[in-house]
């Protein structure tokens, strides 16, 4: 399935060793509306890549999209490199601030590399919705990008979005000094909605691309997690939408809560982002197992007056280690204060 996602928006494939520019557009007829001189660029610094899509003028998107997104871009580095951490934009080309909503995800992907979490499917190793989550991993932990490899990157923005001229996003991905000696990482998507492309038939009726379809009041759901492969977790990046109260991942054959985040919302739920404290990041780690029983929780809260068809999501990229952990990581419940930025 994904591969026919895939091939439906791609525009082909350039390499270039410090700039990447966009090529034209090769999926036929089915052209994405007002997009305005599409343009993607890939530039590298000694210790950053950074990723720049548009302008674009909003909103875009066919009738019946909650977003539309510029076409796929992909592109290989020049030499080796270790990601160590990420962060999210979205402006004008003049340089105002958009509004977080108006980014819908942006997206980055690994088409050479197998996920761990969803076999047959390439890696999805980074990215962010409107939390804009600034993510730096713990010293000295990275995450491989093969200079080999050919990487995708793809930004959607909401088509409900104000009339805005010129919209940009950027993704800036930050990398280790090369004389840096760095631990590898793998990345392990979990959720309490599917997430991995190939189960999307399997998805049930209540959710779609944009989520789990969430009722007025509070409600808690929960889907059980086998984990595929063993790992330490070093750090985990969360995901959510507006009206998340909680999003947790808990060992039920332990009976222990081993990610407990709490975003930061406006009074009427709006998701504003997850502050320093609600991020689980320690060199030291919790251990994940294929022998064990895990869960996904979300709890969120729709405002009784809400009207229209809201959707709600509940989701961590970790960022592990495929070793054992240090024995003093095993005994922990939830993550401390002190285990945080």
Same mark, same amino acid.
């Given at each position: 399935?994904? $591969?026919?996602?895939?091939?439906?928006?791609?525009?082909?494939?350039?390499?270039?060793?410090?700039?990447?520019?966009?090529?034209? @557009?090769?999926?036929?007829?089915?052209?994405?509306?007002?997009?305005?001189?599409?343009?993607?660029?890939?530039?590298? @610094?000694?210790? %950053?890549?950074?990723?720049?899509?548009?302008?674009?003028?909003?909103?875009?998107?066919?009738?019946?999209?909650?977003?539309?997104?510029?076409?796929?871009?992909?592109?290989?580095?020049?030499?080796?490199?270790?990601?160590?951490?990420?962060?999210? @934009?979205?402006? =004008?080309?003049?340089?105002? /601030?958009?509004?977080? /909503?108006?980014?819908?995800?942006?997206?980055?992907?690994?088409?050479?590399?197998?996920?761990?979490?969803?076999?047959? /499917?390439?890696?999805?190793?980074?990215?962010?919705?409107?939390?804009?989550?600034?993510?730096?991993?713990?010293?000295?932990?990275?995450? %491989?990008?093969?200079?080999?490899?050919?990487?995708?990157?793809?930004?959607?923005?909401?088509?409900? $979005?104000?009339?805005? %001229?010129?919209?940009?996003?950027?993704?800036?991905?930050?990398?280790?000094?090369?004389?840096?000696?760095?631990?590898?990482?793998?990345?392990?998507?979990?959720?309490?909605?599917?997430?991995?492309?190939?189960?999307?038939?399997?998805?049930?009726?209540?959710?779609?691309?944009?989520?789990?379809?969430?009722?007025?009041?509070?409600?808690?759901?929960?889907?059980?997690?086998? *984990?595929?492969?063993?790992?330490?977790?070093?750090?985990?990046?969360?995901?959510?939408?507006?009206?998340?109260?909680?999003?947790?991942?808990?060992?039920?054959?332990?009976?222990? =809560?081993?990610?407990? =985040?709490?975003?930061?919302?406006?009074?009427?739920?709006?998701?504003?982002?997850?502050?320093?404290?609600?991020?689980?990041?320690?060199?030291?780690? *919790?251990?994940?197992? =294929?022998?064990?029983?895990?869960?996904?929780?979300?709890?969120?809260?729709?405002?009784? /007056?809400?009207?229209?068809?809201?959707?709600?999501?509940?989701?961590?990229?970790?960022?592990?280690?495929?070793?054992?952990?240090?024995?003093?990581?095993?005994?922990?419940?939830?993550?401390? $204060?002190?285990?945080?930025?």
């Amino acid at each position: 399935m994904f $591969a026919r996602i895939v091939l439906a928006l791609s525009l082909g494939f350039l390499t270039a060793p410090v700039a990447f520019a966009h090529d034209k @557009e090769s999926h036929g007829s089915h052209k994405i509306p007002t997009l305005n001189k599409p343009m993607t660029s890939v530039t590298l @610094e000694p210790d %950053k890549i950074t990723i720049t899509f548009g302008p674009i003028d909003l909103p875009v998107g066919h009738s019946g999209d909650l977003a539309a997104s510029m076409p796929k871009h992909f592109f290989k580095i020049p030499e080796d490199r270790y990601m160590t951490g990420y962060k999210t @934009e979205a402006f =004008t080309k003049q340089g105002k /601030e958009l509004p977080r /909503e108006y980014l819908h995800h942006i997206l980055l992907l690994d088409m050479d590399q197998d996920s761990i979490s969803c076999p047959g /499917e390439p890696l999805f190793f980074a990215g962010a919705g409107m939390e804009m989550r600034e993510t730096r991993f713990p010293e000295g932990h990275g995450v %491989k990008l093969d200079q080999t490899h050919k990487l995708m990157a793809l930004v959607a923005f909401y088509h409900k $979005a104000d009339p805005t %001229k010129d919209a940009m996003a950027r993704f800036t991905i930050y990398t280790a000094p090369k004389e840096q000696e760095i631990h590898p990482m793998q990345v392990y998507q979990v959720g309490v909605n599917v997430v991995c492309f190939s189960k999307f038939d399997q998805r049930p009726a209540n959710q779609s691309d944009e989520g789990i379809a969430i009722e007025t009041g509070v409600h808690v759901i929960k889907e059980p997690l086998k *984990f595929l492969v063993d790992g330490c977790v070093k750090y985990a990046y969360p995901h959510s939408h507006n009206g998340a109260l909680l999003i947790a991942l808990e060992n039920r054959t332990r009976q222990q =809560t081993l990610l407990r =985040t709490v975003p930061d919302v406006l009074l009427d739920g709006t998701l504003v982002g997850f502050p320093d404290r609600q991020i689980y990041s320690n060199p030291v780690g *919790f251990q994940v197992t =294929t022998q064990e029983e895990y869960e996904m929780v979300l709890v969120h809260h729709r405002p009784l /007056e809400q009207q229209g068809d809201i959707r709600g999501m509940g989701n961590y990229l970790l960022y592990m280690t495929q070793e054992a952990c240090p024995k003093a990581a095993d005994t922990g419940t939830v993550a401390s $204060a002190k285990d945080h930025h």
